[in-house]
């Protein structure tokens, strides 16, 4: 297994991601199945585990906790994160925190993140009525948290605003990272900003929920012509590799088979030559139905409703490649006279785009796309629920 250091740490390079455990046909986690594939993984060099309060509706905290109880407590990494991302009319960390360790069944965690710092949740952990991350840094200081981070989904631009106020205080940042979020997600501009501030990267979505595992025939061929015996995922996270600043990849293993596979992927693992990244990122580029707006911010200048179009433009990039959760956050942060709703249909933006892109059209599609989306509030009230029913449970 390759190891990798940041923060006074020994990290293994490949993390153990707990959001998508193997269930059963009722959705429960089959623990048997985590117990063994744990054990295979820290057997293996495998010794950064990462789990959240919301992933499998509160019970993936549980089950890891269960299993890896009976692991002396020195040999594995434990990361979970704080649901600040939720939306709520309160927020109580110190109760969360509480129950998570109870949870976990542990004194401490090694790592511990504030989750999904987005364009939704950022106002929420920087509000001083909750004490959030001050919350959170006492911890730290108490040796209740060993390592402070936190992740994001959100946009450089939300990324640098929380830097400016709390990047002194960040040891690392996990993002959503792969040969497609390059460009399509803006990727470059996140790992170019965390490098900047000298903050390590840990990596979520490396396979991109498994699209990236699973490419087409032509696409494979074309792979295959450079390594018969590579797969599609392994290319993925070798691209990974050689980005700089990377310390952790995370891969959401739902079986035994996953786990094998992307061992012997870390067992030793070369970036890609520049000629096969030039492959990978023009394979990438052509799985895109994307519209294609440069982000000259032209079409701006001209718009009665001061609407960001470049931003909205990229947003239906990504939902025409599924990346839905993402999308659905950024536009409920924004105002509702700002929102792709409020575009009036003029065609003004069309008059100044130098691509000549029907900009009223594609506003028209992702209102529609959205239209038929859950809001983000009603996902956190479905996950409270969800996470409140696993209490009751463990109670009885």
């Known amino acids: 297994m390759i190891h990798t250091e940041a923060c006074g740490e020994k990290l293994s390079m490949l993390g153990f991601g707990t959001m998508r455990l ?12 985590v117990a063994e594939m744990t054990e295979y993984a820290l057997s293996h060099g495998v010794n ?40 709520s009319e309160r927020y109580d960390p110190a109760a969360i925190f509480e129950e998570q360790l109870q949870k976990c069944g542990v ?6 993140l504030l989750h999904n710092v987005c364009e939704m949740s950022i106002d929420t952990y920087l509000d001083p009525r909750w004490g959030i991350v001050d919350y959170f840094l006492k911890q730290k200081r108490l040796g209740r948290i060993r390592h402070l981070g936190f992740s994001s ?3 450089p631009d939300n990324l640098r605003r929380f830097l400016e106020k709390y990047g002194k205080d960040m040891e690392f940042c996990q993002i959503q990272l ?19 501030h000298n903050i390590p990267i840990w990596v979520m979505e490396p396979l991109r929920g498994g699209r990236l595992a699973a490419l087409s025939p032509a696409d494979m061929g ?27 990849i995370l891969s959401g293993m739902s079986n035994f088979v ?55 433009m990229n947003s239906l990039n990504e939902a025409r490649f599924g990346a839905q959760m993402g999308i659905g956050m950024r536009m409920e942060s924004l105002p509702a006279d700002k929102q792709p709703t409020a575009c009036l249909g003029c065609g003004a933006c069309m008059e100044m ?44």
């Open 22 to 33: 193997p269930v059963d046909e009722a959705g429960k986690i089959i623990e048997a199945q």
């Open 48 to 87: 950064y585990f990462d789990t959240a309060y919301p992933y499998h509706g509160g019970e993936s905290e549980r089950v890891m906790g269960r299993v890896l109880e009976k692991y002396p407590r020195e040999s594995f990494l434990l990361a979970t994160k704080y649901p600040g991302h939720q939306l």
């Open 107 to 112: 004194e401490y965690f090694d790592f511990y």
């Open 153 to 155: 989904h959100g946009q």
């Open 178 to 196: 792969n040969y497609m979020d390059w460009t399509l997600q803006d990727a470059k501009a996140k790992c170019d900003l965390l490098n900047a």
């Open 222 to 248: 074309r792979l295959r012509s450079a390594h018969p015996d590579w797969t599609a995922a392994k290319w993925a996270f070798r691209w990974i590799a050689g980005v700089p600043g990377v310390k952790l």
């Open 258 to 312: 996953q786990m094998q596979q992307n061992v012997e992927t870390f067992a030793a693992m070369q970036p890609l030559s520049a000629a096969e990244n030039a492959l990978l990122l023009d394979i990438g580029e052509g799985m895109k139905n994307s519209v294609p707006c440069t982000g000259c911010r032209y079409c701006c200048d001209s718009c009665p409703m001061e609407l960001d179009i470049p931003m909205m």
């Open 353 to 396: 785009c130098p691509q000549k892109i029907d900009i009223p059209s594609h506003m028209q599609e992702l209102a529609d796309i959205l239209s038929k989306m859950p809001s983000w509030a009603e996902t956190c009230r479905q996950r409270e629920e969800a996470a409140r029913r696993g209490r009751e449970q463990a109670q009885k």
